[in-house]
């Protein structure tokens, strides 16, 4: 029986604490920027709309609010995902205890945390990572609701699935494997004739009209890039989506596939097999393999090249089935406190290789002219600067960026507390015509990168060419190559501006 207090008096729930401080605290005090993904759905946070370019706008709007907190950005930001990541553990838990016992619901809050999801990948705050706790709320609810038949659970798993699909539409994937679970598992079909079934549907279908609205305003770009952001335009393109499946089920299922085989050997936590033709391997064999499966599917049916990391979001009903799969033995003396304190040395093993993978990074890139900008570059540093640049020549806070370069000048934009509009002709949806035109009206400063997309900027901006203009280098703030970045940066004067 699932007691939620249960998770919170347990030493499990003190190790997914130490994890969130872990892989918050840590990257926060050594990286300078944030991957694009962060910044591109921070800019989308300040659009008055419910739909956005690429995604639904629930992230977006989480990260705005985050940033509104104060003016640590890294910090809160890797907070709010590793939140997410603490939430989503105490579902993956609830799952599990309604199968197994403790040392079970153990095992899979250890492989979930120590997966890529909620390690290297959960530092980029993206639509993928942040799925998490909401994937794993409507795991967690539609399972109770099956089981139990209660009500409320139906009430929230509306709710879960709802705001889930607002984060990312794949959350679709999970609700057409709970779908086909009422269909294989004998007791689970009554859910069809439960009168709630069909108002967590209504719950869920009132959260995504207002969505749904402004998409049909909008022209539905969102849901246009959901169905064929990554069409495959020639043959090479199913060979390349086949091949990144098999990456992405490779990232999904090594980590704990290896964590499984550790645990065999802790002692107090013994793991066997179930027997196959249980219902409780059915249900689990669904819950592991079953969102895989249906991405597989939805790949071939909308003609698609899969990306590696669409897997990443499924990492908490992963965890689930595969724990279930191999359950610990329920009178494991100590189970719980030993696999807590795994969880606590597999996280702080996870980043310390996630700060050498930097490190790596930063030197591999920089002799390769490719910099790890994302993480390395100091965008505190190239704030400032713009900040006092923009100071120098005109009153008030700057209101406007200009750039042709996705990652180095993108992060200015977090940095400011004036959050000005943000113009990046290195990308078509940040830089609309009608974009181009209010920076042109409000003024603002322009970065020079000196690559061949700088061209862009001047066609834009023709009176730039003879505008003020300040050299800058920002810096890395960690590695061994001690690159920077260089960069102009030009004044842009609401008189000067030729649109």
């Not at 169905?227 to 098999?246: D, I, Q, T, W, Y």
């Not at 599917?297 to 965890?319: E, F, Y």
């Not at 100590?334 to 310390?352: M, N, P, Q, T, W």
């Amino acid at each position: 029986m699932d007691r939620p207090w249960a998770l919170w008096i347990s030493p499990v729930a003190r190790a997914a604490a130490a994890h969130a401080l872990i892989w918050s605290v840590a990257p926060a005090l050594l990286v300078g920027n944030l991957h694009q993904d962060t910044l591109e759905a921070a800019y989308w946070g300040d659009e008055p709309s419910l739909a956005f370019a690429r995604h639904p706008p629930l992230l977006s709007l989480m990260i705005r609010g985050a940033l509104g907190v104060g003016h640590a950005p890294i910090f809160l930001l890797l907070l709010m995902s590793q939140v997410g990541m603490v939430v989503a553990a105490v579902y993956v838990w609830r799952s599990a205890r309604l199968y197994g016992g403790p040392p079970t619901a153990a095992v899979a809050v250890m492989l979930f945390l120590i997966s890529l999801a909620a390690t290297f990948f959960a530092v980029q705050v993206n639509h993928n990572s942040m799925l998490a706790p909401f994937w794993a709320a409507t795991l967690y609810y539609g399972l109770s609701y099956f089981e139990r038949e209660r009500g409320r659970d139906a009430v929230c798993l509306g709710v879960a699935a709802g705001l889930g699909l607002l984060v990312k539409y794949e959350l679709a994937l999970l609700l057409a494997c709970l779908f086909l679970l009422c269909l294989v598992v004998r007791r689970y079909r009554s859910v069809f004739r439960r009168g709630m079934t069909y108002v967590a549907l209504v719950i869920c279908a009132a959260i995504l009209t207002p969505h749904v609205l402004d998409l049909l305003r909008s022209g539905g770009a969102a849901a246009d890039y959901a169905l064929r952001g990554h069409k495959v335009v020639e043959a090479s393109g199913v060979a390349r989506s086949a091949f990144n499946l098999l990456v992405g089920q490779f990232v999904l299922f090594a980590p704990p596939a290896a964590l499984l085989v550790m645990v065999t050997r802790v002692d107090g936590v013994a793991l066997h097999r179930v027997v196959w033709r249980h219902e409780k391997a059915v249900i689990a064999a669904m819950l592991a393999f079953g969102p895989s499966v249906t991405m597989a599917a939805a790949v071939i049916a909308t003609h698609q090249v899969a990306q590696p990391l669409w897997a990443l979001p499924l990492a908490s009903s992963c965890a689930v089935g595969l724990t279930l799969l191999f359950p610990g033995a329920p009178a494991a003396p100590r189970g719980e406190s030993l696999i807590a304190g795994k969880i606590v040395l597999f996280s702080g093993v996870a980043a310390a290789a996630f700060v050498a993978y930097l490190y790596i990074a930063d030197a591999v890139g920089a002799a390769i002219g490719r910099p790890l900008t994302f993480y390395a570059a100091d965008s505190r540093r190239l704030a400032a600067a713009v900040t006092e640049f923009w100071d120098s020549h005109a009153r008030g806070p700057v209101k406007c960026v200009v750039i042709a370069e996705a990652a180095l000048g993108a992060s200015t934009v977090l940095w400011l507390r004036s959050r000005p509009r943000y113009v990046d002709f290195d990308h078509a949806e940040w830089s609309r015509p009608e974009d181009v035109r209010r920076c042109a009206g409000t003024g603002g400063v322009a970065i020079l990168t000196h690559t061949r997309r700088d061209e862009l900027i001047f066609k834009a901006y023709p009176a730039l060419r003879t505008a003020p203009r300040r050299a800058f280098a920002a810096p890395g703030v960690f590695g061994f190559s001690h690159y920077q970045w260089r960069a102009d940066l030009l004044l842009l004067p609401p008189v000067t501006a030729s649109r």
